[in-house]
């Protein structure tokens, strides 16, 4: 009999997830962003269900090009990183693969190469990763022109550094360089919006918007979860509560004692750890839920075990299913008592835990 640790993903919420970022993007169009596995709900059944809504995807590299087009689907995917070497230009250009060049190598090998793929520049607008430095985006935009290959470029995108809080002036900052640095190339396109964006009132959405976390349910936004935002838990994560016991007063559970029970308490053993990719880091009163109710984590994660407190659900027995998240408990709130972001949680689970569609 396998073992019943799973993530339960439902693509209805990812459709409707997928329309709520459409209709905050305005009059954008919205490709999804479909890398790390789509966030780790599996890129296959993810574009999938997105056929017929999504017209562009997007993805970090050319492995995750390469899946979606053996799902037989031929819509325009973006490569966000470019290409790692010149001969993979090739590939973009027959495959409809459209890479966005964020260097002067990069440019250098598109002009070496007989290929021409529709193609991105990304500028540095400010978050200082990868792209071309607005100083330098003429010079860039002549050589293209130089090299006959200014016809495959589709437009210009940029990346935003602190989107997801709502205070910083930093993201109108980072709009305006972009818009300064491209406004001498009125006829292309322009991508700036990345999850966080749809929730910035009167944030310019441009041509096309790349939602990416919020498409999976996760919060792109410092102190808001997905529900409060209006999305729907994607993956559920699942374990069998494989044990149930009473630990005394003063008793300990788990690697390094750390936690010690401060009256007689009934304990429960669930069977995931951070082998599944559940964080470690998640400690004492992390939320779980076991047929509805919310229970805590004590002690510390192990790596194929963790241990809840069962107070908050009395009639708990062994053999009963614990949300780890999902509709009950939410990966953002798991992710706060874990120092990290459902980002992180979500694409962190790892091929021992088995998805399952719906």
Known sequence: MPRSTVARIDLEALRRNYQTARGRAGGAQVMAVVKADGYGHGIGPVVSALDGLAPKFAVACLEEARAIRETGLGHPVVLLQGVPAGNDIEECARNGFEPVFH????????????????????????????????????GAMSRLHTMNADQGLLGFVTHFACADDPDSTMTAQQTSVFEQATSAFPGLMKSVANSAAHFLPDQPMFDWSRPGIMLYGGSPMVGRTGPELGLEPVMSLEAPLINTRMVPAGESVGYGASWVADRDTRMGMVAI??????????????????????????????????AVDLTGAPDAKEGDTVELWGSTVGVDEVAACAGTISYELLTGITGRVPRRYR
């Open 103 to 138: 260097s002067f190598q990069q440019l250098e090998w598109l002009e070496r190469s007989d290929a021409r793929p529709a193609f991105w520049l990304k500028v540095n607008s400010g978050m200082n990763r990868l792209g071309i430095h607005p100083d330098e985006l003429a």
């Open 273 to 306: 750890g951070y082998g599944d990719g559940y964080p470690r880091h998640a400690g004492t009163n992390t939320p779980a839920a076991i047929n509805g109710q919310r229970v805590r984590l004590i002690g510390r994660v192990s790596m194929d075990m963790l």
